[in-house]
């Protein structure tokens, strides 16, 4: 694939050559295009036009939108004729602020332009089956269409399914990690020699493809090259994985499919019917681009329908404005080898300031649209069907910063609807009605992201419903090393609502309702497994959850009986006004402004309150714009997790040796490496070395915590500090050679409103220190994180004993190698946590413990009852602290 990109880029060069050479005569007999213009000519293009005309008359129309592309500039409009256009068009000028070049369907004329060509010239091959020469080819990536429908590679089984449910064989038993043993098999001989298989195998995570090199007819036992992820259970072929076959002309045996003879360039097809294709349109896919417009900004596209081919663009490119199309077959590639194949597929929105509205997009093998850069928005649009090969990714792949997807609808996908990767910022996700993913694969969130930094991406008022697969199908999955994401008033049904795997910090979860699954909020990890510092999970409606990590609770969204909706059975999840759920929950700002009545309600919908609903609507095309998420708890540190790959946003000190290292900890088995969250650490070197960031924003007069983690090598000493904040400069050290959480507590000063923390090798050896995760953010009684966590590796640290002290051990921990024992009737730990609850008993007492035990092992946890937190006053009634 990588091969035939390039070859793809070569064929744009040498077609933007030609342009290039066309342009000359052009400029020197045309006097509109030689001399400098004011904005604003028009430009007509007709299939029954002439490049050699000047085009800027109805009567005198260029006959390709190239050449149109080829002369307008800024302030220009090109007029498109109904009809169909085979080309690329790669635009040569870009418009400017305020006078874009616009390319419009003439007067609402049916424009498509098509990454096919006709294939003609059939004769008889035999039976039903003609052949046509077709002397190009994208190998994997041929298409071939009959009067605008899609025809099937020559396949075994037979395609009687659809798109993203086909037709497949099942792996029976002997089947292993490179072979497929199946006694339906058809054919003797070498039959399947040469053959592609596609399957999804192991645990049916992904969709893999290979090479079917030997074929053994008696025992029906298949043998292909490796898969490209193999060595795993997750990915081995076994029995009961579901396959299928291409590739070799016996598979061509039934009406609507093909087989390309790469050999002697031709096309084998069995048209809808039987009988000779010539009586149809016969195309097969032969560009991959509609237009390219890397490099270019100010470009509108309106009204253009797209058919086999996409829209680029590149980190250059801005400004450029997709409206009204409607852009079928976008991306089409049958393989996922080893070459990434289904990576960056769809219309490819990079750059800044890119837009795409009101549009269809649907059918790929991978992505509908990939949103890279800054400021780039998705908006109103039908985004549907793709993944028919699927990878990862999803039919909305995003990641970069400030980017907008909103009121859109993406539904129907082999595996994931939308997906992120980092490195993403505060992208803004809203309003969209997402539905029926994990079609073909199995284990996937419908909004997924794993080992990523969200960096406060904002995902609220979506719809999110009916995940497909059969196990493991949450609504919206947080997989591990998964930070920084705030998830509100989202509803979610016929899924499993809403899944953090551990380690998962910094995610703010308010105000969802999801109802429809038993399981809904669950967190399974491998190592860290107490690990939520900083998630907040407030004013959901969950139909139960799976505790599987005990370490993190939930509050006012633990609700066991039906909390009152209008319809359930039709999905309509707002309140009746008997719901128990109204005025339930608490007040967070920027979240539940406005309520109605005493409280906030909990859930999505507030009784009484202002509506909302989600999708795309092309009859009333709503406007939304972007808008930086600003959420209260969330973190407040730029580049905590230093996910940019580079030390954005701070500043390196002392020795100035700080570095940001590329070390993957998904990949980890051990409590070691550079980073500790995602891909990128911090490291510090050379003597007593640092780097810190200013935040500004703060309120004044207010309590704060900063926390991040950190390891040194044995004999080195480093700290998380704060200063600049208006007190005394505070820092906590650590000598662990394991990944060690410290955090700082600190009050804003009557006028301050910034804060610099920083990381510091404070122990001047030559050894190094690593750092990531670093996070900001108010410590109130309210929005405080509801467990603490300490693992005692520092001694008793800020507890208080009473009653004597308690014994040391070694032998009873829950991790690392300290725990403290307390005897039952005589000694106890107490922590003030915040200013308004203090708590830890001995055990005789341990009334608010839910969990009760005479062990204060490593982790430490306190459940307390939603309602003591929703006022000082009756807290201050219901908490009596016992110490
Ligand atoms: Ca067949
Ligand atoms: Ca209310
Ligand atoms: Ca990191």
């Not at 082999?414 to 990767?421: I, N």
């Not at 969330?634 to 000190?653: K, R």
Request: with cysteine.
């Amino acid at each position: 694939m990588r091969n035939r990109i390039y070859s793809g880029w070569k064929r744009r060069i040498s077609k933007l050559m030609i342009a290039s050479l066309l342009i000359l005569p052009v400029s020197v007999t045309a006097p509109l295009a030689s001399t400098v213009k004011a904005a604003g000519n028009t430009y007509y293009v007709d299939t029954n036009g002439s490049d050699t005309n000047n085009g800027t008359s109805f009567s005198t129309p260029f006959r390709t939108i190239q050449q149109a592309a080829n002369v307008a500039t800024g302030g220009d409009t090109v007029y498109i004729r109904g009809g169909t256009y085979r080309e690329t068009v790669t635009p040569v000028n870009s418009g400017t602020s305020g006078n874009p070049i616009t390319y419009q369907n003439y007067n609402g004329e049916t424009v498509v332009m098509s990454g096919n060509d006709l294939v003609t010239g059939w004769t008889l091959d035999s039976g039903n089956i003609y052949k046509a020469p077709m002397a190009w080819s994208l190998g994997a990536g041929n298409q071939v269409f009959v009067d605008g429908v899609m025809m099937d590679e020559a396949r075994w089984p037979n395609q009687t399914g659809t798109m993203l449910n086909p037709t497949r064989a099942t792996a029976g038993a002997g089947t292993d990690t490179t072979h497929v043993v199946d006694t339906s098999l058809p054919g003797g001989g070498n039959f399947w020699n040469g053959a592609t298989i596609w399957i999804t195998g192991g645990s049916a995570w992904i969709a893999m493809t290979s090479t079917i090199t030997a074929y053994d007819s008696v025992s029906k036992k298949l043998t292909f090259d490796p898969l490209k992820l193999t060595n795993n259970s997750a990915y081995n072929p076994k029995s009961g994985n579901k396959y299928y076959l291409t590739g070799i002309k016996d598979a061509l045996d039934t009406q609507n499919e093909w087989w390309y003879d790469t050999a002697n360039s031709e096309l084998y097809l069995w048209a809808p019917g039987g009988g000779d294709p010539s009586s149809s349109t016969v195309e097969a896919k032969s560009r991959m681009n509609a237009f390219d417009l890397s490099g270019k900004a100010y470009i509108t596209i309106n009204g253009i329908r797209t058919v086999a081919s996409t829209i680029v663009m590149d980190s250059n490119t801005n400004h450029v404005v997709l409206d009204g199309m409607v852009s079928k077959y976008i991306s089409h590639n049958k393989l996922n080898t080893a070459a990434n194949e289904q990576t960056n597929l769809g219309i490819n929105l990079d750059g800044s300031y890119n837009e795409i509205r009101n549009s269809e997009l649907a059918y790929s093998s991978g992505s509908l649209v990939t949103v890279k850069g800054a400021y780039n928005n998705v908006i109103n649009s039908y985004i549907h069907d793709g993944g028919y090969v699927p990878d990862w990714d999803g039919l909305v792949n995003l990641r970069g910063a400030n980017s907008l997807i909103s009121h859109n609808t993406v539904s129907d996908a082999g595996r994931v609807t939308v997906y992120f990767s980092s490195p993403m910022s505060a992208n803004d996700i809203q309003y969209n009605n997402i539905y029926n993913a994990g079609w073909m694969t199995d284990d996937l969130g419908m909004l997924y992201g794993p080992n990523n930094d969200g960096q406060n991406t904002e995902i609220h008022h979506n719809f999110v419903h009916d995940n497909k697969a059969t196990n493991t199908k949450p609504g919206i999955y947080l997989d591990n090393y998964t930070n920084n994401f705030i998830i509100h008033h989202n509803v979610m049904w016929n899924n499993s609502g809403l899944q953090l795997n551990i380690p998962s910090n910094y995610n703010l979860v308010y105000n969802n309702t999801a109802w429809t699954n038993a399981t809904t909020v669950q967190a399974w990890g491998n190592i860290f497994t107490t690990d939520m510092y900083g998630d907040r999970i407030f004013n959901n409606i969950i139909k139960g959850y799976d505790p599987e990590v005990t370490a993190y609770t939930i509050h006012g969204s633990e609700v066991t009986s039906s909390p009152g909706f209008v319809n359930e059975a039709s999905r309509d999840y707002h309140l009746l006004s008997t719901s128990p759920a109204k005025d339930a929950g608490i007040a967070i700002p920027g979240i539940t402004d406005g309520y109605v009545g005493s409280a906030p309600d909990i859930g999505a919908y507030e009784y009484g309150g202002s509506d909302w609903t989600a999708g795309h609507n092309f009859t009333s095309p709503p406007s939304p714009t972007y808008s930086t998420p600003s959420t209260p708890n969330m973190n407040l540190v730029q580049n905590g997790g230093f996910e940019y790959g580079n030390l954005s946003s701070w500043t390196a000190t002392d020795a100035g040796n700080a570095a940001v290292i590329n070390d993957n900890h998904w990949v980890k088995t051990a409590n070691a490496g550079m980073s500790r969250s995602q891909f990128f650490g911090l490291k510090l070197s050379g003597g007593v070395d640092g780097a810190e960031q200013t935040i500004t924003g703060l309120q004044p007069n207010t309590n704060y915590v900063a926390g991040g983690w950190l390891r040194t090598p044995a004999g080195e000493t480093a700290a998380l500090g704060v200063k600049n904040f208006g007190g005394t400069e505070k820092s906590t050290s650590s000598s662990s050679s394991t990944w060690t959480f410290v955090k700082v507590s600190f009050k804003t000063g009557t006028t301050n409103t910034s804060a610099t923390i920083y990381f510091k090798k404070t122990f001047p050896g030559a050894g190094e220190a690593y750092f990531d995760d670093a996070g900001l953010v108010p410590d109130s009684a309210v929005y405080q994180s509801i467990y603490e966590f300490d693992s005692f590796e520092n001694g008793l640290d800020n507890w208080v004993t009473s009653g004597g002290t308690p014994s040391l051990s070694s032998a009873q921990t829950h991790s690392g190698s300290n725990s403290y024992i307390i005897k039952k009737t005589s000694t106890g730990l107490s922590k003030t946590l915040t200013p308004y609850t203090t708590k830890l008993s001995p055990c005789g007492s341990m009334t608010m413990l839910q969990r009760p035990t005479c062990r204060l092992l490593g982790l430490l946890m306190m459940v307390l009852p939603f309602e003591v937190l929703r006022s000082i006053p009756r807290l201050r009634q219901r908490i009596i602290p016992i110490v």
